[in-house]
């Protein structure tokens, strides 16, 4: 069995050469991650610049390869054939901050699995709940065994297709594990204006770390309780509910297809 291996974090990052290690003990193990950290960048697919590949090693040793793509570009180049050979699961983090809510859409742990989906191979993205900014210092031990137990079962039962699963690990004690959906993140952002040297003004998007709210079934109502939270998340971002919605509106409010149609084709 095959694993491709990234994350968002690059290359040197801890939390990588912790999920190398536990998936070592799965299959053979590829490692392909961005040569920096791609944090919060979201589903990227380079287009107008040349991707590039070298071969270098993890803190442990371990025999690993590095891209200036995103997280997302590393799985599209190991899919699509770097390695010539294919692969059973990606599995992308371990993420030192938990990825929670709305952050789905963000992260590129996250979006890393979403690649993985895209080409039809089950992708898991797994990131610990901490708060530790430095990330050298964070224990990844109990989250690398959580992910070799869930990654072991994904290989036993698969994944339907579109489907991947977002997980989301609890520091300390773990309580279990809980099936959950999304829940709501709140986002402290705040703008803040600075000026260079040359006294133009840039931006940073500042403030402090996200909260959410802890409700039950949750992703992050799971971490606050000390439970690992799986979350199954699809590709299909379809409201669906909104389109009967829509298709009401068209009929109660009289939408007006007849303007539509003259307006449009009276520019050609
Ligand atoms: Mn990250």
Redo the contacts with the bound molecule.
Sequence with gaps: MNILVT???GISSPGLMALAEAMSNIGEVCVLAPDK????RGHVKTLNEPLRIYETKLESGFKAFASNGAPSDCVALGLLGYFSHDFGIVVSGI???PNLGHDVTY???VTAAMEAAIWGVPGIAYSLDSSEKNYHVIDYQSAAIVAEIITNNVLTSGLPRGVLLNVNIPMGIIKGIQITHQGMRVYRDQLEERYDPRGNPYYWIGGDAPTGIPEEGTDIGALDMGFVSLTPLQLDLTSYEMINKLKNWQQDYNFPIHELETRTNGRS
């Design positions: 994350n968002d974090d950290d791609w944090s919060g993420n030192p901050a992260s590129g742990t």
